[in-house]
């Protein structure tokens, strides 16, 4: 088999097209000398081969980020370069191209001119444990499967990307059948910029025949099989059933970046956007859920039923059990089901351990972040948590189990957590008597609440506190936090029994709430200088003065441009892609006006 030809370029080349690394989001500039002073070119749109990998431009070159990209070359496979994986080819990568449109099994698939027309023909070549290529053509539509093959090393993975012109990525119609059919070993794979649909369980199109479905993506470790360093980049997968990474050994180094996972459901078992299951070392950063779990709302009276796609509290958009050190990073979750982070553990103290959820942006749904449940009271579960800068907002809006709750954050049975810099906001929904910000139950210690602002949430509960024995408690400081119910009544924080075992420090309070109730213990009300006697508080009345504490997605929608309205905004963020990467819809840079919205004059 002839290998990837590899061109060296050497001379007035290697001085006029050498470039470093550049992660500024800018444009480049003329003067700029990773840029053709005369053309205005990057290495990626010039026409060049500048890192001598036989691969010219972004087109072709999976070192390319995009067309601005001024970068073709110099940085190792699994770098990082404008938030995306760069990927190189080793000395003996074989590359098989692949066109649904033009393409000829005939062909031998080595080159953009001679592409096969089928993934299977492709795969048929490529070697299992290899450093090999499978590029589909961007644009082309492929009516199967991807039967996957592992790689050689981590540096040198085995690839399913794509190549082409097009900015749209290759699409895969799988119907009722897997995108991914389920991989019993795996090891070094990156899976970049591919589409998977599964067309016929849309029961919008014309293109829909039944409710029979199956996972996007299925990756489960056999015992004693590999089951370590998967990337799932810059992908979609719309309408399946699952998106499942389990395993009987722990599945480890799973990198799942810069998806779309929308609209998965099932009629006849649980479904979620992905789920994940005794996995080491994870990674979830970026990524779009959106409505997974249900295809429409569940019929009353709320049953569970499961028939035609209804949502259930079972499904969710993103459901980890038992994950140790995981980091969940600048991701979009909306509209699941019930929760949008659901994690449960349940083998005892630490079974789930080293989570962060950092920087994300949850929307609707039943609940925003679920860290417990599903156990009697047990003993420490949770080790090591961090909770920071997320921002949630409207939770409960579209009830989609019907159920009248808005639950934005729970925690239960930690053993040292962080939950700080949050914002928990717009809950307006008088419908809704069952809401909180922050409920603390089960069996925990050592957990610091702090800097955390809840705003604009109406609620027959507390916003803050606990619903359980403080006896189960120890070392839970609650700390400079800020609620503030401006609109309507609701009582501030409150506890089921005596504070003894929690501490509270500078927090901030207001409410247009008879004063005399701003705080609740069992079924007595407490007023401020109350609370402060039992709690020395230290706290404030004030309602702070906010810079702009209003702001909702459709007032961002307006502040970028688009028409001020959700849906506009879902359409926006859907869009995201590689080649077609919007900052203002980028979920840290929509954190960020929130929280600008936040801060106090």
């Not at 599903?374 to 019907?402: C, E, H, Q, W």
């Amino acid at each position: 088999m002839k290998k990837q030809k590899i061109t060296i370029l050497i001379g007035v080349f290697i001085l006029a097209w050498s470039c470093s690394h550049d992660d500024s989001p800018n444009a480049p500039k003329k003067n700029d000398p990773k840029v053709d002073p005369i053309n205005n070119e990057c290495e990626c749109n010039d026409g060049i081969d500048n890192d001598g990998d036989g691969l010219v431009d972004w087109s072709n070159d999976l070192g390319c980020t995009g067309i601005d990209d001024c970068t073709e070359g110099g940085l190792a496979t699994g770098s990082l370069e404008n938030g995306w994986t760069v990927i190189e080819p080793a000395s003996d990568t074989r590359i098989y191209y692949v066109s649904s449109s033009e393409g000829n099994d005939q062909n031998d698939g080595e080159s953009p001119v001679t592409p096969k027309k089928t993934i299977a023909s492709a795969m048929a070549l490529a070697r299992d444990h290899s450093s090999d290529w499978v590029l589909l053509k961007r644009g082309d539509v492929f009516n199967e499967s991807l039967v996957i093959k592992s790689g050689a090393l981590i540096n040198e993975p085995f690839v399913v990307a794509s190549y082409g012109d097009s900015k749209e990525r290759p699409l895969l119609k799988t119907g009722g059948n897997p995108g991914i059919p389920q991989v019993l070993s795996f090891q070094n794979i990156i899976v970049s910029g591919i589409a998977f649909y599964a067309h016929t369980r849309n029961p919008q199109t014309n293109e829909f025949v039944s409710y029979s479905g199956s996972p996007g993506f299925y990756f489960f470790r056999k015992a004693d099989n590999p089951g370590n360093n998967l990337t799932i980049e810059d992908c979609a997968f719309d309408f399946y059933e699952n998106n499942i990474v389990q395993g009987e050994q722990p599945p480890q180094n799973i990198s799942i970046r810069r998806n779309i996972i929308t609209n998965n459901y099932s009629d006849n078992a649980h479904s979620q956007g992905i789920y994940m299951a005794f996995c080491e070392s994870v990674l979830i950063e970026g990524n779009v859920f959106d409505h997974n779990g249900w295809l429409v709302q569940a019929i009353p009276p709320f049953n569970n039923a499961e028939a035609g796609g209804q949502a259930t509290f079972f499904n969710h958009n993103f459901y980890g059990t038992s994950l140790h050190n995981a980091t969940f990073k600048g991701n979009f979750f909306s509209r699941g089901s019930s929760i949008g982070t659901k994690f449960t553990a349940d083998n005892g103290p630490g079974s789930a351990s080293a989570i962060t959820l950092e920087d994300n942006l949850y929307v609707d749904g039943e609940i925003g972040i679920s860290m417990g449940g599903n156990d009697p009271i047990a003993s420490y579960r949770f080790k090591d948590i961090g909770i920071v800068n997320n921002v949630m907002l409207n939770i409960g809006r579209s009830k989609p189990t019907t159920r009248g709750l808005a639950w934005y954050l729970d925690i239960d049975d930690w053993d040292t957590g962080n939950v700080q810099n949050n914002l928990f906001l717009n809950q307006p929904d008088a419908q809704i008597g069952n809401t909180f910000a922050i409920r603390v139950s089960g069996v925990s210690k050592d957990v610091t609440i702090q800097d955390n602002t809840i705003y604009n949430l109406r609620s027959g509960l507390p916003l803050l506190g606990s619903i359980d024995s403080n006896s189960d408690k120890s070392n839970i400081l609650f700390k400079k936090n800020t609620v503030v119910a401006s609109n309507f009544n609701a009582v501030l924080m409150g506890f089921p029994t005596n504070v003894s075992n929690y501490t509270f420090s500078q927090n901030s309070y207001y409410s247009f709430l008879t004063t005399d109730k701003w705080f609740q213990i069992g079924t007595t009300y407490a007023s401020l200088a109350t609370w402060e006697n039992l709690t020395n508080d230290g706290a404030s009345s004030t309602l702070p003065a906010f810079n702009s504490p209003d702001r909702t997605l459709e007032v961002y929608q307006t502040s970028v441009g688009g028409s001020a309205s959700i849906d506009g905004f879902m359409t926006a963020i859907m869009k995201q892609s590689k080649f077609n990467w919007n900052t203002d819809y980028d979920v840290p840079t929509i954190n960020t006006w929130f929280r600008e919205g936040f801060k106090v004059n």
